[in-house]
């Protein structure tokens, strides 16, 4: 653990070098921009892979980035943000190899974490009329990491905190990302609303677009 301290104090000491107030700034207030829902993976650190400093970025992670509506950690790191930090822009971010897609996908016997990932099966379930048949297992997971994404961004959009956001003019944009690990890049899977009237549209248009790239490349 003696590590950990050493480089935290190294980490500061850098910090203060490099911007002598920021600490200072930070102690005044935070005013993130961002909300971001991501996973719990340790290879996904959402404030390094956007290039955001500490204050820049509100984040709420769990395994397999879920917004599940009887979950009031999440719910509640929402309802601050959208309605006291104001953020304009919440995103949630899944990542290709997810190892809790792939334990719900494979239905793996993991303890307690079961029930959590009986929401990304419910997820497949929605899908799997169009999940091709006999297609390699990783590119399987690999599709249902995205589709997980436009389904937790529509569960986003369904929470009062958002709809109540957007009732009384407050722009708030939901967005749907995945993560690369193996090259680091982020990729926008074409699910961003701002308005209760555009989640139906961009859904459909968002899920073709997936089921049709995964169609032509397995
Ligand atoms: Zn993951």
Redesign the pocket.
Known sequence: MKELFEKNVAWAAAQKEKDPSFFERLLKQQTPEYLWIG???SR?PANEIVGLMPGELFVHRN???MVVHSDLNCLSVMQYAVEYLKVKHVIVS??Y?????RAAVLKQHLGLIDYWLLNVQDVQYIHQAYLTDGADQDRVIDEI?ELNVIEQVVNVCKTNIIRDAWTRGQPVTVHGWIYGIADGLLRDLNMSISRRDEIRDVYHAAAASIRQRYAETT
């Open positions: 996973c719990s993976d996904v395994v397999a980035n899944g990542h190899g997810c190892g809790g897609v990491c």
